[in-house]
């Protein structure tokens, strides 16, 4: 049981260029999450999944797209990188929305855009 | 949902319990006590989370006062391993995604 993956660990952009974030979980969990944190600071939502063809905006959506076509994935999509979005990114899902409900995270994806 | 006011730094020493305060006055009934840490460049882990009585588990403690409107999260016997930031929230109840709300947390330093 692997929990929780991402791909890749590490990536840098050139302005403009676009790149999907990879995320698979393992744990049959309705519930996916994409998270990003800056230096320093806490976690932001980007955008979250409740089930497989379902996705909604977080906080912090605009740059981003997401897509669930199967409960195991959810890929974030960035289409023209922009400096603002160098950032450590997480994904995280759950089995429930329930708020007694734990979320596991990822180890990340540190992506610099230059 | 609540939001929470934790130190911005603390420090314990290495076999002691270290103590992390957590305010969260404006908590409402159906609202849970969750507390996350994230070690160094790792993904957030969950720590333990309560509604209104002390929870104990094999990592931690959590105390919540009986107004509910402040937590403790002990950690009994703190490692170098504890060196972390612990993020205290609060999460509404069932909704269709109870999202967390992080805030900047409470970088705990454990001394030798």
């Known amino acids: 049981n692997a929990g929780v993956t991402q791909t890749p660990k590490f990536r840098i952009l050139k302005i403009g260029q676009s790149m999907t974030l990879q995320c698979t979980q393992d744990?049959?969990?309705?519930?996916m999450y994409w998270y990003r944190q800056d230096p320093g600071m806490g976690l932001k939502l980007i955008y979250y999944s409740v089930g497989a063809g379902i996705t909604d905006k977080g906080e912090v959506p605009n740059g981003y797209n997401v897509s669930r076509s199967t409960t195991e994935d959810f890929p974030l999509r960035l289409e023209l990188a922009a400096p603002s979005q160098t950032s450590v990114y997480f994904c995280?899902?759950?089995?429930?929305?329930?708020?007694?409900?734990?979320?596991?995270f990822g180890p990340g994806t540190r992506l610099t855009v230059l | 949902d609540a939001k929470t006011t934790q130190p911005p730094s603390m420090d314990c020493a290495e076999g002691r319990a270290a103590n992390l305060p957590c305010n969260h006055s404006?908590?409402?009934?159906?609202?849970?006590v969750y507390w996350y840490r994230q070690i160094h460049s790792q993904g957030p882990q969950y720590i333990i989370h309560?509604?209104?009585n002390n929870e104990t588990n094999e990592m931690a403690s959590l105390i919540i006062t009986e107004d509910r409107k402040s937590s403790t999260l002990i950690l009994p016997h703190a490692t170098l391993r504890d060196t972390a930031v612990y993020y205290c929230i609060v999460r509404a109840g069932y909704s269709s995604a109870s999202k967390i709300i992080f805030g900047s947390g409470t970088r705990l330093s454990i001394r030798p």
């Open positions: 404006t908590i409402s009934g159906n609202e849970y």
């Open positions: 744990m049959n969990h309705n519930y």
């Open positions: 995280a899902s759950s089995d429930s929305g329930a708020s007694t409900d734990t979320q596991y």
């Open positions: 309560g509604l209104k």
